[in-house]
């Protein structure tokens, strides 16, 4: 399955952006859906999961309370809404396919999206 984030951008601290995922025309009921994301310098780390048939959720603890995943099952579109960005958040962001909603079960990367958030 071919993934392709896009919606990142250069934005102040306290701002907000919306990340969106789409796929070449697979659908994802079957799956979970993530986002994962990548600053310089560290390892890829887990920012949510939802599971695409029932909408259940799961976050990272440092985003909890500002960042929102959801799906449209009509446009095929995962999402992540950011809000309250601060610097530590600056990461380059994947969407990713993954047969359960544990971290390490996600593969299927997509091409990620730049997110910087200035101070």
């Known amino acids: 399955v071919q993934l392709q984030a896009s919606g990142g951008g250069l934005v102040q601290a306290g701002g907000s952006l919306r990340l969106s995922c789409t796929t070449s025309g697979r659908t994802f009921s079957s799956y979970a859906m993530g986002w994962f994301r990548q600053a310089p310098g560290k390892e890829r780390e887990f920012v949510a999961a939802i599971r695409w048939r029932t909408g259940t959720t799961s976050y990272a603890d440092s985003v909890k309370g500002r960042f929102t995943i959801s799906r449209d099952n009509a446009k095929i579109t995962l999402y992540l809404q950011m809000n309250n960005l601060k610097p530590e958040d600056t990461a380059v962001y994947y969407c990713?396919?993954?047969?359960?909603?544990?971290?390490?079960?996600?593969?299927?990367w997509g091409q990620g999206t730049q997110v910087t958030v200035s101070s």
């Open positions: 990713a396919r993954g047969a359960t909603m544990r971290p390490v079960d996600f593969g299927s």
